[in-house]
């Protein structure tokens, strides 16, 4: 069985194929980073615009990298939301047509769930119930697993996502963008001490993120210190910054996992690139005795492998996916399951 994978939510068109053992035959991604970068964050138009152009060339790359046709694909999976509703339409209605002139089975696949998913490509023996913290740019949400394909989720950022927040601040310094691998390279040589952020607390007992909080607390300290990327202080801010966004991540995991007792961590993401958060998480883990798993980082990011997989796990537990000529996107959280119920 041959699974072609479709992802276009935001600013990277990505392929991938997969077949019936879970084995990634090819993963091509397409990063857009170079056309948003002069203006500091995506620009949801000019995303779109750059998927049309670029989904074709990426589709056959994929298939010319696992020796394929089109012809070979038996099931088609893509990303329905949530995500740039532009961006979205681009995949959706690319890989509806190939469907529909194939007469194959379409998989609508939900993005923060295929993010989760994307860890059971390099480990297929992650105990249940787990827990999965994910952290991207546009999302950053808590999930209770009770079992394979079940999501829970149990708390959300009631703001900014953790990787909007590092983006902005980065921004803000004229850094790049995306600021999160930057602020990542410069905070590994600098003194999280110097700085002191105080950390989000919630009113109520909630498991939610607040993180726009943080941003304007570092906005204040780049304004008061002047700071730039001359000054000498500079990599301590970057490093004391990222390490309280660390913190206020992991505060939350480590009181879910005194709630819910899982059996195992997961980490994912964007922004589960981030090596202080990949290592404190493993650290956190392994305080609580308990298996931490974190996908490789070209994994964490943005890319269609994972959404072939889960599409292959949901088939292999008996899920069918009949062509619906009227499937459409959806821009927010929804999950696939109660969007049109
Ligand atoms: O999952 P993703 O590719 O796209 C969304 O679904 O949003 O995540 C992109 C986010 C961006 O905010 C980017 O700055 C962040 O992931 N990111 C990182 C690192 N690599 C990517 N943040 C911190 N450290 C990194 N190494
Ligand atoms: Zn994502």
């Given at each position: 069985?041959?699974?072609?994978?479709?992802?276009?939510?935001?600013?990277?068109?990505?392929?991938?194929?997969?077949?019936?053992?879970?084995?990634?035959?090819?993963?091509?991604?397409?990063?857009?980073?170079?056309?948003?970068?002069?203006?500091?964050?995506?620009?949801?138009?000019?995303?779109?615009?750059?998927?049309?152009?670029?989904?074709?060339?990426?589709?056959?790359?994929?298939?010319?990298?696992?020796?394929?046709?089109?012809?070979?694909?038996?099931?088609?999976?893509?990303?329905?939301?949530?995500?740039?509703?532009?961006?979205?339409?681009?995949?959706?209605?690319?890989?509806?047509?190939?469907?529909?002139?194939?007469?194959?089975?379409?998989?609508?696949?939900?993005?923060?769930?295929?993010?989760?998913?994307?860890?059971?490509?390099?480990?297929?023996?992650?105990?249940?119930?787990?827990?999965?913290?994910?952290?991207?740019?546009?999302?950053?949400?808590?999930?209770?697993?009770?079992?394979?394909?079940?999501?829970?989720?149990?708390?959300?950022?009631?703001?900014?996502?953790?990787?909007?927040?590092?983006?902005?601040?980065?921004?803000?310094?004229?850094?790049?963008?995306?600021?999160?691998?930057?602020?990542?390279?410069?905070?590994?040589?600098?003194?999280?001490?110097?700085?002191?952020?105080?950390?989000?607390?919630?009113?109520?007992?909630?498991?939610?993120?607040?993180f726009s909080g943080l941003k304007t607390a570092a906005l204040r300290?780049?304004?008061?210190?002047?700071?730039?990327?001359?000054?000498?202080?500079?990599?301590?801010?970057?490093?004391?910054?990222?390490?309280?966004?660390?913190?206020?991540?992991?505060?939350?995991?480590?009181?879910?996992?005194?709630?819910?007792?899982?059996?195992?961590?997961?980490?994912?993401?964007?922004?589960?690139?981030?090596?202080?958060?990949?290592?404190?998480?493993?650290?956190?883990?392994?305080?609580?005795?308990?298996?931490?798993?974190?996908?490789?980082?070209?994994?964490?990011?943005?890319?269609?492998?994972?959404?072939?997989?889960?599409?292959?796990?949901?088939?292999?537990?008996?899920?069918?996916?009949?062509?619906?000529?009227?499937?459409?996107?959806?821009?927010?959280?929804?999950?696939?399951?109660?969007?049109?119920?």
């Open positions: 069985m041959i699974i072609l994978g479709i992802e276009t939510s935001c600013d990277e068109t990505s392929a991938a194929i997969v077949n019936e053992r879970q084995e990634i035959l090819s993963s091509v991604v397409l990063s857009q980073n170079n056309i948003h970068a002069p203006y500091g964050g995506v620009v949801p138009e000019l995303a779109s615009r750059q998927h049309i152009l670029s989904i074709g060339y990426v589709v056959d790359e994929s298939l010319r990298r696992a020796n394929l046709s089109l012809k070979d694909v038996d099931i088609y999976a893509v990303t329905q939301g949530p995500g740039l509703i532009g961006s979205l339409l681009v995949g959706l209605s690319f890989t509806k047509g190939l469907a529909f002139f194939f007469k194959k089975e379409l998989v609508p696949v939900d993005h923060l769930e295929a993010h989760i998913q994307s860890v059971f490509i390099e480990n297929r023996d992650i105990q249940f119930p787990s827990l999965a913290l994910l952290v991207s740019g546009g999302h950053t949400s808590l999930y209770f697993l009770p079992e394979a394909l079940k999501f829970e989720m149990i708390g959300r950022s009631r703001d900014d996502a953790a990787g909007e927040a590092l983006d902005k601040v980065a921004k803000f310094l004229n850094l790049g963008y995306p600021g999160g691998p930057i602020i990542d390279r410069l905070a590994a040589e600098g003194n999280l001490q110097r700085f002191h952020f105080s950390l989000p607390q919630m009113t109520d007992k909630s498991l939610d993120f607040s300290i780049i304004k008061k210190h002047r700071l730039s990327k001359k000054s000498p202080e500079f990599v301590d801010f970057v490093a004391s910054f990222e390490s309280a966004v660390v913190q206020a991540l992991l505060t939350n995991v480590s009181r879910s996992i005194d709630e819910f007792v899982p059996k195992s961590l997961i980490l994912c993401g964007g922004v589960a690139r981030n090596r202080r958060l990949r290592k404190n998480f493993t650290t956190l883990a392994n305080s609580h005795k308990l298996p931490a798993f974190i996908p490789s980082p070209e994994y964490c990011t943005d890319n269609a492998a994972m959404v072939a997989v889960i599409a292959l796990e949901k088939i292999n537990r008996g899920e069918s996916f009949p062509l619906a000529l009227d499937l459409n996107a959806y821009p927010r959280t929804m999950g696939t399951s109660n969007f049109f119920s």
